[in-house]
DNA sequence: ATCAAATATATGTATATACATATATTTCAT
DNA sequence: ATGAAATATATGTATATACATATATTTGAT
């Protein structure tokens, strides 16, 4: 580096941390906006789908499946348990376990949001171009290899 | 679509936003673990090397180059104002106005942080490969452009 | 000069996130 | 059969984040 603003400029443009967090918040942001009229966040919707495609499933489950933290995956279910959207019920067969399933209510907001998802989606697919898009997903899953 | 599960699978695999939350969030554990030695986050320290950046710079200024909501940005200033990293001085030409400056405390955690930044940075640069990486970088960015 | 509008920052509230630790329950070695 | 270890979930604490709103100050129209 040739000086000590060169240096700061490079890790400023080229932090791949704060470059892929910065993306996250400008691609939430832009889902929220729109799904804002569901009254259900991106990460919600989300982690309804995840429990929608499985007919039951345990909190840490649910946690491995989205790599969420235990107790963030705890606390994000609550949410939803909260409004109605999914149920919970002690596995009879272990007392530390719980199911999480979805509800009738969750089901309907569910069909809400998705048209409104698939919209934004196709939208950046198609900014990006299939492509790009492609890339980038494959980058992103490389890169989460690349860590661990 | 063939049916429902398929759907389902479809979102779960491709969602734009979960799949860079979900980067972001690998990422920033990496970070993070590599830099607890030094008390930082790497979102403190992506903060201060962009206080250093600029002898003063607003609370407005920062959260705007850093794409931050200006309440996020005052809050984020003061867990750096808190451990001494930075200082905050009125304008005197405009009461309204706060000028941050990293202190010498601040360099220091800086110098102390910046080798272990590097040495991440390099490991996932190397890891992902340098034509990957800038393509990274540049699809993140397009992407969040495409949706301004 | 005054008062409304604009601007800069702060605060209330809520979610998303993780780590450390606590609690409840089950399993396993003896 | 019992107690230690393992496991599943919850809670305490802290940061990162945004939106809505409040507060303080400046600017600008009259």
Redesign the interface.
């Known amino acids: 580096m040739n000086n000590k ?1 060169d ?3 490079y ?2 443009q ?15 942001q ?2 929220e906006k729109q799904m804002q009229s569901t009254g259900l966040k ?2 919600q919707y ?1 982690m309804l ?2 429990i ?2 499985h007919k039951e499933i345990t909190v840490s489950e649910l946690g491995e499946i ?3 933290e235990q107790s963030t995956a705890t606390r994000n279910i609550n949410i939803l348990k909260n409004n109605g959207y999914v149920s919970i019920t002690k596995a009879k067969d272990d007392l530390r376990t719980k199911y999480i399933s979805i509800t009738d209510l969750g089901l309907e907001k569910l069909e809400e949001a ?1 048209p409104i ?1 698939l919209n934004i ?1 196709t939208k ?2 198609d ?2 171009g299939k492509d ?2 492609n ?3 494959k ?2 899953n ?3 290899e ?3």
């Open positions: 603003y240096e700061l400029d890790i400023i080229f932090c791949s941390c704060a470059n892929i967090r910065k993306a996250a918040r400008t691609v939430t832009a889902f991106v990460t989300y789908v995840n929608a495609r989205m790599l969420l998705t998802w989606q950046i697919e900014n990006l790009k898009f890339d980038l997903i980058s992103l490389i890169l989460q690349s860590i661990e």
